[in-house]
């Protein structure tokens, strides 16, 4: 089946480019393109893209804004946002991430790496650079900017199965490398991974890793 992707980005030259890119294989297919958050938010809802490529900073409404009106709008639950920036650690990104992003790719990646992000997030899964350390990640997480951050008592309605997943889940680890680890198989591993998004109110696999870190599950690592 194709993936169907919305590139909002305010540079022509950049949105011609990433396009001429997923043109060129049979899987990915560009459905429209945006040059302002506001944009992006209006095609995404017309079109039902299966992925937004979305640059942070944009004119009329920033990427950020528009990524949290993707996000929590129930009719577009299916749209994945995949954030391209110039810098990766960028104190935004990990607030996109908090705001339902489910990954993040610098703009100076490898065209397969960009290719291969798409298919990574179609299918629900995090990608995150590996320029964003654990230790960056849960540091800006734990910003106290947050409204009403989880806490660890949230976790309760997992099994130790599933909190043992969550854990591994939030290392980095695929569904195969856990399953690996654990003696399982991918299947198995996919449905307790599958049941702790359900549980715990996540859109996705990058939602499973903000919480691990929100509620305290994964420690920051040394800075």
Not at 74 to 96: C, H, K, N, P, S
Not at 144 to 153: A, R, S
Not at 177 to 183: F, G, P, Q, R
Request: no cysteine.
């Amino acid at each position: 089946m194709t993936i169907r992707v919305l590139i909002a980005d305010d540079q022509p030259l950049l949105r011609g480019s990433f396009r001429l890119l997923i043109s060129t294989v049979p899987d990915l297919e560009v459905v429209g393109e945006a040059s302002t958050g506001r944009q992006a938010v209006e095609l995404a809802r017309q079109l039902r893209a299966d992925v937004v490529l979305m640059d942070i900073r944009m004119p009329d409404l920033d990427g950020l804004t528009a990524t949290r009106m993707i996000t929590e709008n129930d009719d577009l639950a299916g749209v994945r946002v995949l954030i391209l920036t110039t810098f990766e650690i960028d104190q935004y990104v990990f607030q996109a991430l908090r705001h339902g992003a489910s990954g993040f790719l610098g703009k100076s990646a490898e065209p397969e790496e960009l290719l291969n992000a798409i298919r990574v997030v179609s299918r629900g899964d995090a990608l995150l650079s590996p320029a964003a350390t654990r230790s960056l990640i849960a540091r800006f997480l734990r910003y106290p900017d947050q409204d009403d951050p989880p806490t660890p008592q949230r976790l309760a309605v997992l099994t130790d199965r599933e909190r043992e997943i969550l854990t591994l889940v939030a290392t980095g680890l695929s569904n195969d490398e856990i399953a690996a680890h654990l003696v399982l198989s991918p299947a198995t591993v996919k449905t307790h991974v599958n049941r702790a998004m359900v549980k715990l109110g996540a859109r996705d696999r990058a939602q499973l890793v903000v919480i691990a870190y929100q509620t305290g599950l994964v420690a920051p690592g040394p800075r």
